[in-house]
C-alpha cells in the first residue's frame, strides 16, 4: 500500500483524531490527537488491510531550541512497520510542556515497554497505565531527565551504591518457570 | 652470582617477595568496552603476555593483583569498580589503560567518570584509543620495574585529592 491510499485508509477509520500529514524522506507521517493515539494504534495493527505488527522505535524529541517552533515542546514519533505488507508508518504526536503524558501502547506492542520507559527515563516523558515506568539507562538515584535541552551536558551525578536489579529479574524468573 | 666456591647467595626478603610477586602478577580486566577486545590481543601468542608471567587472569578481584581498567567507565559503574577495587589483597597495582579509563576519552557527558582515579587510586596510566598491546606491555614492565625498586620509584599512586567514595 503506498502513502496516499495509507493515508486515505487512515483518515476514513479516524477523521477527527488525524491533525495533518507529511511526507518525511519517502515516509509518510500522520500527526494524532494524543487522546486518540491509542485507537489509531489499535487499528494500525489490526485492521487487515493496514498490519502494522511491528513497532520499529519510540522517538522522543524536545523542541525548546528548535528554529521557529511554534508547537508543543515534546514530540513523539512512533514508527511502525508492516511485514505482511511491506509498508512503513510514522505517527507523530505532540505533548505540551506543563504536562507531557500520553497514553501507553504496551498493550498491543510488548516491546513498547522498554521503548517507553527510555523515553521516560532521557526525556521525563509520562506514559499513563504503563505497567512499569521507571528508570530504564540511567541509575534510580540520578535526578532529571539527560536528553532534556535544558539539562546541562556535562552535569555529572555521583551515584552511592550500584544497582539490585532483583526486582525485576525475580518476577521475570517467576514468569518463566524458575523457582 | 659466584657457584664455584660456596652455592648459597645472600639477599633481603623484601627483595626476594618483590621480585616472585614481579614475576606472578595475576591481572583481572574490569572491561567495559573496546580495551577490553585489545587486552585479549595482548594475551594472544603473538603478544603473549605470559612472557612477562602475568598470563594468569583472574576473573574474581579476591585472587588477583593487579587490576586493569579497559574502556569507559560510567557513573553507574563506579561503585562497582570501588567494590572490586576493595575486594582484592594488598599488596595491588592499577593500570588505566586507554584514554577513557584515564580521562573519559571523548565522552564529555552527563553518564562518564573523567577519569578512574576519581574511585581508586592508579599506578599507570596507557594513552591511546585503544592502546597498542605494545603499551600494554609496557605498562606491565613498568608496574614490575615499580615492585622490584620500591624506594626509587614513587610508591604513592595518583589519585585526585578528594575522592568521591570513602566507603
Known sequence: MDASALLETIKSKHPKTLLGSQDRFGVLEVSVDRTGLVDVARTLRD???????????????????????????????????????????????????DAPSVNTLCQLWANANHLEREAFDQMGIRFVSHPNLKRILNHHEFIGHPLRKDYPITQRQWL????????EMEPRLKEKGYT | ?????????????????AWGRKNSLWPMVFGTACCAIEFMAVAD?????????????????????????????????????KQIYDQMPDPKWVVSMGVCASSGGFYNNYCTVQGIDQIIPVDVYISGCPPRPEAILEAIMKIQ???????????????????HFDY
Open chain 1, 47 to 97: 485492521e487487515p488491510e493496514l498490519a502494522f505488527e511491528m513497532l520499529i522505535d519510540i522517538v522522543s524529541i524536545d523542541y525548546s531550541q528548535y528554529p521557529e517552533w511554534r508547537g508543543d515542546r515534546f514530540g513523539l514519533t512512533y514508527l511502525f512497520k508492516s511485514l505482511a505488507k511491506g509498508h512503513r508508518l510514522q505517527v507523530k504526536v505532540l505533548l505540551p510542556e
Open chain 1, 160 to 167: 552511592s551504591a550500584s544497582q539490585s536489579l532483583m526486582d
Open chain 2, 1 to 17: 652470582m659466584g657457584m664455584t666456591e660456596v652455592p648459597y647467595f645472600t639477599t633481603r626478603v623484601d627483595a626476594v617477595a
Open chain 2, 45 to 81: 601468542s603473538v603478544f603473549d603476555l605470559s612472557r612477562f608471567g602475568a598470563e594468569l587472569l583472574r576473573y574474581s578481584p579476591r585472587q588477583a593483583d593487579l587490576l586493569i581498567v579497559a574502556g569507559t567507565v560510567t557513573f553507574k559503574q563506579a561503585p562497582i569498580l
Open chain 2, 145 to 163: 620495574h615499580k615492585i622490584a625498586n620500591p624506594k626509587t620509584t614513587p610508591s604513592a599512586q595518583f589519585q585526585v585529592k578528594e575522592p
